[in-house]
């Protein structure tokens, strides 16, 4: 009688949802997929298959957050980075899990990676009020004005999470995630179809970080339904193509390029496919999805 | 002037005409109205709005939508300036676009008339006013009348007067009944022609089903050449389901007497989806004799925007956004 009950105890699965206006939705088709162990090919998880009316939804969420989060100042979005941080690193065995069956490591390799999305995090968050700093500047004019050039942020940014390289599925999308809403920006995230689950948990430390609701989407599902109606939405300003592996059709870079130029969109282009995200990331990310404010003012008033 | 002698012919034809000769029998015949199954009707409403509208029907209910809008500033804070980009915004929704439908009216305050008039110039767009202490009804008579006179004499084409929901609430619809009547007076003009007199209702106020039905029979028998729903001022302004009783009692009042009301849900209508059910649901209840910017219109101001870009999006196949748009 002393131990009776734990042989019969059935398994408790997770439910992965879409993270979406600060909402966890299914999928609106809903549908789901099946992820699966990468060494084993294990069925681990369904994950919701988000389409391209969840796409439009997350950019309408996006668009709505925008005001309000680059209207925040830059030392608050430092500390809900940081504060993101923090659960991330209360939820690590959680995400070393994950990822190790996400990328086919054990958890001994996987953990450095999930402190390195972390700090990661932390980089970023220290980054926000020092931006301006280095992107921004006071012009020398030939006259009694004061001449200021700032960095502001370029709007909704499409983002393509990384689908391979070390470290893609939580690290990789912390890196590329991380910079665009530093600076002000609002994202719609693609999750790497083959290693949504990292990236689907994300979402659930985001939406207790005071992050607002909408400021980050997270969307799993075909890339090919998600990419292509992020180029060619127009209410979309800057596309990341961080994890693009397609060689041709609709969701190639090429035709995500030209897609996007339709509607004048800043664009960065895919990294490689092996590329190691531990690296040092440098401001790079950080500067490319802003745009230059130059105002002047009169001295010596 | 012969318009309303051949309204109350009409009544009289359809033994009307002496329902509001005395409070007892105004209020005996309201109350003789059928009730209204509550649950039935949101059904109706809601399955109303399920209807799939692609492609050229699509097109055509947006422009349609666009050409039935009474687009709307009613703020405090509104300047000569924003009305007149407001009536710009009328007479070419998408500038970049001229195949755009102007829409049917501007709807601003009495004092700004003349300044909407004056940008409006010869474009077939109305001027419509709010009128008799709008948004709240909570004023005297002769208020009322010289506030209504004031429209009318700068010029209104039509005039959107709210009812005393007091009033109404507590049993006094014979009040109610002359107040339009006298507002219906001050709508004429010197040269014989009237303005077109849109009774708002509030029926976010008016609790019931049945009193939106009450109010708007009473309306109508007052001699109003529109029903309006809401003056979007309150919590609850147009709903699918509000706006059908709008809708059953128009087509009741025709069908009884051979006068054609027309309809205006207003307020809380923003989107391109919203507005495509309620133009099914005048389709299915009022048929194509409403289905014209003369019998049907949205009292909307963020409406126009979406449709406009819904309307790229049929044209390009590109998703749009606000930053291609007007803001206003």
């Known amino acids: ?301 | 002037m012969s318009s309303s002698s051949t309204v109350s012919g009409h009544l009289a034809a359809s033994g009307l005409a002496e329902v509001a000769s005395s409070e007892a029998s105004l209020r005996r015949f309201l109350h003789g109205l059928p009730g209204i199954d509550a649950v039935g009707l949101q059904a109706r409403a809601a399955g109303l709005g399920t209807r799939s509208i692609k492609t050229t029907a699509k097109a055509y209910a947006i422009d349609l939508a666009i050409s039935m809008i009474d687009l709307t500033t009613l703020e405090g804070a509104d300047t000569p300036g924003k009305v007149r980009s407001l009536c710009q915004k009328a007479k070419n929704p998408d500038p970049g676009n001229p195949d755009v439908p102007h829409t049917a009216a501007v709807c601003v305050y009495p004092d700004m008339v003349p300044f909407a008039k004056d940008a409006l110039g010869g474009a077939p767009i109305n001027v419509a006013a709010v009128a008799t202490a709008f948004p709240s009804g909570r004023a005297g008579l002769p208020v009322k009348l010289a506030d209504t006179a004031e429209a009318v004499a700068a010029g209104a084409d039509e005039v959107d007067m709210v009812i005393d929901r007091g009033a109404f609430l507590s049993g006094r619809y014979l009040e109610i009944y002359e107040l339009i009547a006298e507002i219906k007076k001050a709508c004429e003009r010197p040269d014989g022609t009237a303005a077109h007199l849109k009774v708002i209702f509030e029926t976010g106020e008016l609790v019931t089903y049945d009193n939106i039905r009450r109010a708007s029979w009473l309306a109508m028998l007052a001699g109003a050449d529109f029903i309006k729903t809401s003056t979007g001022k309150v919590t609850v302004n147009a709903t699918p389901a509000n706006t059908l009783v709008l809708m059953e009692a128009v087509r009741d009042f025709r069908s009884a007497t051979g006068i054609q009301v027309g309809v205006k849900p207003a307020g809380g209508i923003r989107t391109t989806k919203d507005a495509m059910k309620y133009l099914v649901m005048v389709n299915e209840i009022l048929g194509d004799d409403w289905l014209s910017p003369d019998w049907f219109r949205f009292g909307a101001s963020s409406l126009l925007n979406d449709l406009l870009m819904q309307r790229q999006k049929l044209a390009s196949g590109r998703y749009s956004g606000p930053d291609y748009v007007t803001v206003d």
């Open chain 1, 1 to 301: 009688m002393s131990e009776p009950t734990t042989a019969l105890r059935l398994d408790v699965y997770k439910t992965y949802k879409l993270f979406v206006g600060g909402k966890f939705p299914r999928s609106e088709s809903g549908r789901v997929y099946e992820v699966t162990d990468r060494k084993t090919g294990e069925w681990l998880a369904n994950a919701p298959q988000g389409t391209r009316k969840d796409t439009r939804d997350a950019v309408s969420a996006a668009r709505k957050a925008f005001g309000g989060w680059s209207g925040a100042t830059a030392y608050n979005r430092g500390q809900i980075l940081y504060r993101a941080a923090e659960m991330l690193q209360g939820r690590r065995d959680q995400y070393v899990a994950e990822v190790a069956l996400s990328e086919g490591l054990t958890a001994k390799k996987a953990a450095p990676l999930v402190d390195a999305a972390v700090d990661r995090l932390v980089w970023y968050a220290g980054w926000t009020d020092k931006v301006a700093q280095i992107a921004g500047n006071a012009n020398p004019v030939a006259g009694p004005y004061f001449n200021l050039s700032t960095p502001e942020p370029t709007g909704v940014v499409g983002v393509v999470a990384p689908q391979g390289g070390t470290g893609f599925s939580l690290l990789g999308l912390v890196s590329v995630l991380a910079p665009v809403i530093a600076t002000g920006n609002t994202a719609v995230v693609a999750l790497a179809p083959g290693a949504p689950l990292p990236g689907l948990s994300l979402g659930e430390v985001l939406a207790t970080s005071d992050l607002p609701g909408g400021v980050v989407n997270l969307i799993s599902g075909r890339t090919e339904d998600i990419a292509p109606t992020l180029a060619s939405h127009a209410d979309v300003n800057a596309l990341d193509l961080a994890g693009v592996v397609a060689e041709e059709g609709p969701a190639s870079a090429r035709d995500l390029e030209v897609a996007a130029a339709e509607t004048l969109k800043r664009v960065l282009r895919p990294e490689s496919a092996s590329h190691d995200w531990t690296t040092a990331p440098g401001t790079d990310r950080l500067l490319t999805f802003l745009e230059t404010k130059t105002v002047w003012h009169p001295m010596g008033m």
